[in-house]
């Protein structure tokens, strides 16, 4: 039986601080899973400038957001989400004065910002994977994600 908390919502907005890596990331493995069942944006506190990390470990699982650009959710023009996902507290708390004035769920997925990883490429780019793949894993619990059948 599907809990209600588990239906897929029509509509997702994914928040971060920047809308540079987190939130990016985030918004091209929902539309990779569920490609045409959920419109899905990401936005930010703060304007950012795409991450070239964040395209690269992204290519790694054939999606792209290389076309992604930054945006604050000052210029989200569709504010209609039925649910807000928070991936930064910057982001959380911006949420929800957004949800205190309007009827959108809001969850909070305190997400590291693999930005901070020191070190030689290599060493960076393992930290960007493994945020790309607690989002990919938590995208498909929460959404109930089941393998396409096979024909």
Not at 15 to 33: D, H, T, Y
Not at 56 to 68: L, T
Request: proline letters at 6%; glycine letters at 6%.
């Amino acid at each position: 039986m599907v809990q209600e908390r588990d239906k897929l919502p029509s509509s997702v907005l994914f928040a971060c601080s920047m809308n540079s890596v987190r939130s990016p990331m985030a918004e091209g493995i929902m539309k990779q899973l569920f490609p045409f069942k959920v419109y899905t944006q990401s936005a930010g506190v703060h304007e950012g400038e795409l991450d070239g990390f964040a395209v690269a470990v992204m290519e790694e699982i054939g999606a792209d957001i290389s076309g992604h650009v930054p945006r604050t959710f000052d210029e989200i023009h569709d504010t209609s989400f039925d649910l807000i996902i928070s991936l930064s507290p910057e982001a959380h708390h911006h949420a929800l004065e957004l949800a205190h004035t309007m009827d959108i769920d809001v969850e909070y997925w305190p997400t590291q910002d693999p930005t901070m990883e020191m070190g030689m490429r290599d060493q960076r780019l393992i930290a960007y994977r493994r945020v790309r793949d607690q989002l990919t894993t938590r995208i498909k619990q929460r959404f109930g994600w089941q393998p396409p059948a096979s024909t």
